[in-house]
């Protein structure tokens, strides 16, 4: 099912969302005093359009048989779909406050069975394209028509079992998996290029028979565009690869990759709110 196009009332309306995405993943993670900043901070406009706009689910039944799956591969940037969910009306927002604490449904890493609406559990990384293909392959054999949506972080890709999923996805003509890659460009070592390269990424997924495009990771109509043009293509599976800035839209965080595994303290994060703020964010309560 083709996903319906963007007008700009919608997409200011998205746009605005993302903003406030973005101020509650600094609340969670300064009321946590642990988690990461970077990523879900770069991956809130994608998260947005996912539950906003492309999605087929129901937060009020989470598990209903013929909804669209999300596979969060690079788990520790849960906390961005956590707020996400909860702007959503998957749990409460009140409950993002909860984020890393025991006993908390809001793991540190997502844990599939203590959230409705997660659909695995994660941790280490380079799993979740081989736990998106079995549901692929699942939803063939069920004859359903859902869509699987994995999304993978580009530090994942230096792991040998995702090219071994690759060659699967493309072996069995996966048209119901698209792949979305946080092309941010950092891992919590530094610098992806400097750890181990991976370019030239597009070429890569190319050679292995899938249907790839790039796109801005900050530009939600044009996100949306390239979900349509790849749920169009048939027997291939398909990858977009998102172009993010980590840390996107707090200045001191942006593209610092010291920031992938660390949260704000108080003083940061009234720094991090207010720039934010700037992007037209809302300035709710518990904000202030």
């Known amino acids: 099912m083709i996903i319906e196009e963007i007008h700009d009332e919608k997409l200011k309306d998205l746009e605005l969302k ?16 642990s988690g990461h900043s970077a990523g879900p901070l770069g991956m809130a406009d994608i998260f947005i359009a996912f539950y906003f706009h492309i999605l087929n689910h129901d937060p009020k039944h989470p598990e209903w048989a013929d909804r669209d799956r999300l596979v969060l591969s690079n788990g520790h940037i849960c906390p961005i779909r956590y707020v996400v969910m909860a702007m959503a009306g998957y749990f409460p927002v009140a409950e993002l406050k909860t984020l890393r604490k025991i006993n908390s449904r809001l ?33 063939r054999l069920d004859k359903k028509n859902y869509h699987i ?21 493309a072996k069995y003509n996966l048209d119901n998996l698209t ?11 530094g610098f992806t290029e400097n750890v181990m390269p991976l370019e030239y990424l597009r070429a ?28 169009a293509v048939h027997q291939k599976p398909s990858a977009i690869i998102a172009h993010t800035i980590p840390g996107f839209g707090v200045d001191f965080m942006e593209n610092k990759f010291e920031w992938h595994g660390k949260p704000p303290n108080a003083e940061k994060a ?15 309560s518990e904000h202030e």
């Open 204 to 231: 890569k997924y190319e050679s292995f028979n899938w249907f790839v495009q790039e796109v801005d990771g900050h530009n939600i109509r044009a996100f949306v565009d390239a979900i349509n043009q790849a749920k």
């Open 18 to 33: 993302a903003t406030q995405a973005r101020e509650l993943v600094i609340s969670a993670l300064l009321e946590a005093g």
């Open 270 to 284: 009234v720094k991090a709110l207010k720039e934010l703020r700037t992007l037209e964010g809302k300035i709710t």
């Open 149 to 169: 949506y994995c999304i993978t972080s580009d530090g994942e890709h230096q792991e040998g079992n995702t090219w071994e999923a690759l060659m699967t996805a």
């Open 179 to 189: 792949v979305v890659i946080d092309r941010n460009n950092i891992q919590i070592d």
């Open 107 to 139: 793991q540190g890493h997502p844990h599939r069975t203590s959230l409705p609406g997660m659909e695995t559990t994660s941790g280490p990384l380079g799993e979740g394209i081989s736990q998106s293909i079995g549901m692929a392959l699942a939803a």
